[in-house]
C-alpha cells in the first residue's frame, strides 16, 4: 500500500494526515500549539514537526511515498547558509512592519497585495533593520522551512506561499522592482505547490524510517490546503467559510483582483482560486447566541418565507467585502423581542451578503457559480444551508472534508 501525508501548521496546532491511492484518510494526527512560546519558534515547530511524524504508526510511516506541507500565510523566517534559523520567525498577523509601508509603497505597483502591514515583503523590510540581518541567506516561509528540514534543500518555495512577497505568478518571475532590491538573493526559488523537490534525507529517512524513495514536494498556504480539501475541482465552484468570519473562494478561469475589497486571486494550475473575507459571520452569531442555543433554535425557522428584517451584522463598524466601507455601521436592529426571529434575521442577512459576495466576484470577472461548498462551524447548520440556497440559486453541500492537512496530502498524492 502507497500512502501520502499531508502536513498542517494552521494558527492553533499542527496535524497530519495520510491518505492512500483512494484519497481515504488512514491516520489522523495532532500537535497542540502552546500560548506560551516567545522565543525561538523555528525549533519550536522543528519539535511539532517530528511530534507528528512520530505518532504516526510505523507501519504507516514506512509505506508514505509522499509527504507536503502547508503553512500559515506570510509567516517567515530568515537562515543561514546551514538552514539554522536566525533572530525571530515572524507569524502571520505580525504587522511590525507597518512603520515600513512606505518604503514598498515607493516601489510596488498601485495596490499590489504586498503592501500590507503583515506581508512577507512587509516583514522582510522589517528584518533588513535588525543586527542579525548580516547573517541571513534565505528567507522563507514557514511551509518552506519544513520542507527543507525533511529534504535538506534550501532556498525553494511554491507560488501559493510566495504571492504575499510578491512573485508573478503570470509570469513566474520575481519582477523587476523586487529584483531590483538589495537583498533580493535572499527570496527563494519559485516552484508550483505540490512540485516534488526531493527524497527526504538519509537522517530523516532512519529516524522516522520513511522509504528512501519517498519524496518531499513543495507546498502551500492553509487556506489554499482548506479549499482543496472541500472537494471542489471545477471552474464555478465555490467554498464559503462560515467560522468566525464569512470567507468566500471561487474558483474561476479568469484572473480576478481588486485591492480595495480584498480581492485577489491565487494560481490554481491553469484556473484562479479569487476569493474575499466579509466582516460578518460566526463572530456576530456568537456575540448573540450560544453553539447550543444556535443548534436548538435553528431547526425551528422556516427557510422559505422571507423575513422583513434586513441586518448588516458586525461586531464593529468596517468592512471591506463585498460593500468597501471602513465606517460602514453594525446594522442589528430592530432586534424583535423573539430570539428565533432575531436569529432568521440575522441568519437571512449573512446569507444576503454571501449571495453579494459571489455577485461582486463575478461582475468582477470570475467564473459563473455553479456550486458552493460549506466550511466552518456554520457548516452544520442545515437551515442555513436552505436559506442560503434560497439566495445562491445553486446547490450548496457540505464540503467533503474541511481539514487543511486533508488539501495538502492531495497535493502529495498528485505530485507522484
Ligand atoms: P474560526 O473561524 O474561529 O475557526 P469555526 O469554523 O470554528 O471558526 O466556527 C466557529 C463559529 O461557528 C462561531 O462563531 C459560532 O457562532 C458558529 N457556529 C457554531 N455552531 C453554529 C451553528 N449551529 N449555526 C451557525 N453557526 C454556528
Redesign the pocket.
Known amino acids: 500500500m502507497n500512502y501520502y501525508l499531508g502536513i498542517d501548521f494552521g494558527t492553533s496546532g499542527a496535524r497530519g494526515i495520510a491518505i492512500n491511492q483512494q484519497q481515504t484518510v488512514v491516520v489522523q494526527v495532532n500537535y497542540s500549539f502552546s500560548n506560551q512560546i516567545n522565543h525561538n519558534l523555528g525549533a519550536y515547530w522543528q519539535q511539532a514537526l517530528y511530534s507528528l511524524l512520530e505518532q504516526i504508526p510505523l507501519v504507516v510511516r514506512k509505506q508514505i511515498k509522499a509527504i507536503a506541507i502547508n503553512g500559515t500565510s506570510s509567516t517567515v523566517l530568515l537562515c543561514n547558509g546551514a538552514g539554522n534559523s536566525i533572530g525571530e520567525s515572524l507569524l502571520y498577523n505580525d504587522d511590525r512592519g507597518k512603520l515600513l509601508i512606505d518604503k514598498i509603497t515607493n516601489i510596488a505597483p498601485v495596490n499590489h497585495v504586498v503592501i500590507s502591514a503583515t506581508s512577507s515583503l512587509a516583514k522582510l523590510f522589517w528584518y533588513q533593520q535588525q543586527s542579525f540581518f548580516q547573517q541571513a541567506k534565505y528567507l522563507l516561509h514557514q511551509a518552506d522551512w519544513l520542507g527543507f528540514l525533511l529534504h535538506g534543500k534550501l532556498g525553494i518555495s511554491d507560488y501559493h506561499n510566495a504571492l504575499k512577497l510578491g512573485y508573478d505568478v503570470d509570469n513566474f518571475c520575481y519582477p523587476d522592482w523586487l529584483q531590483n532590491l538589495s537583498f533580493s538573493e535572499l527570496f527563494p526559488q519559485v516552484l508550483a505547490p505540490g512540485t516534488p523537490v526531493g527524497e527526504v534525507t538519509p537522517e530523516i529517512c532512519d529516524r522516522f524510517s520513511f522509504p528512501a524513495d519517498c519524496i518531499v514536494c513543495t507546498g502551500t498556504t492553509d487556506s489554499i490546503a482548506a479549499f482543496l480539501a472541500s472537494g471542489a475541482t471545477q471552474p464555478g465552484e465555490a467554498v464559503t467559510s462560515?467560522?468566525?468570519?464569512l470567507v468566500l473562494k471561487l474558483l474561476s478561469k479568469k484572473k480576478v483582483a481588486a485591492s480595495q475589497y480584498g480581492i485577489y486571486s491565487h494560481r490554481l494550475g491553469d484556473l484562479w482560486l479569487t476569493g474575499g473575507a466579509s466582516n460578518t459571520g460566526?463572530?456576530v452569531?456568537?456575540h448573540f447566541f450560544s453553539?447550543r442555543e444556535?443548534?436548538e433554535l435553528?431547526p425551528q425557522i422556516n427557510p422559505n418565507p422571507v423575513s422583513s428584517l434586513e441586518y448588516y451584522p458586525l461586531l464593529k463598524p468596517g468592512e471591506r467585502f463585498p460593500i468597501n466601507n471602513p465606517n460602514l455601521a453594525p446594522k442589528l436592529s430592530p432586534r424583535p423581542d423573539n430570539d428565533l426571529e432575531f436569529l432568521h434575521g440575522l441568519l437571512l442577512s449573512m446569507a444576503r451578503i454571501e449571495a453579494l459576495g459571489y455577485g461582486k466576484l463575478q461582475e468582477l470577472g470570475a467564473t459563473k457559480l455553479t456550486q458552493v461548498y460549506t466550511a466552518?462551524?456554520?457548516a452544520?447548520?442545515f437551515s442555513?444551508e436552505q436559506i442560503r440556497h434560497i439566495y445562491l440559486q445553486v446547490p450548496v453541500i457540505a464540503a467533503k472534508n474541511i481539514q487543511a492537512a486533508y488539501g495538502t496530502a492531495l497535493l502529495a498524492l498528485k505530485a507522484i
Open positions: 462560515l467560522g468566525s468570519t460566526g463572530a452569531l456568537k453553539d444556535l443548534q435553528s466552518g462551524g456554520g452544520k447548520n442555513w
